[in-house]
């Protein structure tokens, strides 16, 4: 299984950007994270959404960004609103076998992407 991701871009402060997953195969049976890197940081989950819909986000981003699914697509997107710059990373998105309750997916299966680099610059 290989995923794309797509729709970084630089934006203000305070602005939105959603980013787009696109997976090789069909997903319907796992579930789909976000994660994003810092340069010399480790990566760390943000949102996870389960097979089934479920829907989970770390504290950093909760309220801010929405993670969905189409499983007839083949797709996942996340959307951030509110961005601050500490929200400057590299974003990964990946499919797996379970969310925990704090965003993070886990027993990913295949390699990472490329990702796509979100800046929020004034």
């Known amino acids: 299984l290989e995923v794309a991701e797509s729709g970084g871009d630089l934006v203000q402060p305070g602005g939105s950007l959603r980013l787009s997953c696109a997976a090789s195969e069909a997903v319907r049976i796992h579930a789909i994270g976000w994660f994003r890197q810092v340069s010399g940081k480790e990566r760390e989950g943000v949102a996870c959404i389960s097979d089934v819909y479920s829907t989970y986000y770390g504290d950093a981003v909760k309220g801010r960004f929405t993670i969905s699914r189409d499983n007839a697509k083949n797709t996942a997107a996340l959307q951030m609103n509110k961005l601050t710059p500490a929200d400057t990373a590299k974003y990964y998105c990946?499919?797996?076998?379970?969310?925990?309750?704090?965003?993070?997916?886990?027993?990913?299966?295949?390699?990472w992407g490329q990702g796509t680099q979100v800046t929020v610059s004034s």
């Open positions: 990946a499919a797996g076998g379970w969310c925990s309750d704090r965003g993070v997916l886990n027993g990913r299966v295949g390699d």
